[in-house]
């Protein structure tokens, strides 16, 4: 599997999902600024809401914004232990340690992106292939690394 391909299909889906909230975000101020009446305390209750709905599209935008700088620091690089930018595979699937965005399908194989914060990768980091690693009481063999 090329390392590259990979990467820049998860710059692409994070890129996506950056101009999915920027839009997001962009429609809920615009019916922020549609809300005008004179109904008083259910106007600002009305436009309250919306403000926060903004703020917490504004955290979720953040959020991805530092994976994509994150992603910045993953090299494609081949790795012989489970660290930032390696792939590792165990018998429940491929895992791709670099952010968190769930399974995606490259080459017709699935691979799940997780970050190395997740306890998944705190469990297996720094093991080699044929390595065990324990997460949640069961026990798990590194089969491959790239």
Do not use: H, W
């Not at 910045?72 to 699937?93: H, Q, Y």
């Not at 491929?94 to 914060?117: D, H, R, T, W």
């Not at 990768?121 to 324990?134: P, R, T």
């Amino acid at each position: 599997m090329e390392k590259s391909i990979l990467l820049q299909l998860i710059k692409s889906k994070l890129s996506e999902k950056i101009q999915n909230f920027e839009n997001l975000i962009a429609e809920t101020r615009a019916s922020s600024n549609d809300t005008k009446s004179s109904m008083g305390d259910k106007y600002e209750t009305g436009r309250e809401m919306l403000q926060q709905e903004i703020n917490n599209l504004q955290v979720q935008l953040n959020e991805i914004l530092k994976q994509k700088d994150f992603l910045k620091t993953v090299l494609p690089k081949p790795s012989d232990k489970a660290e930032k930018g390696a792939i590792v595979k165990t018998k429940k699937g491929l895992f791709f340690i670099s952010v968190s965005l769930g399974e995606i399908k490259v080459e017709n194989e699935k691979i799940i992106c997780i970050s190395p914060e997740s306890p998944l990768a705190k469990a297996m980091n720094g093991k080699q292939k044929d390595e065990a690693f324990s997460l949640n009481n069961m026990s798990q063999k590194i089969l491959d690394i790239e």
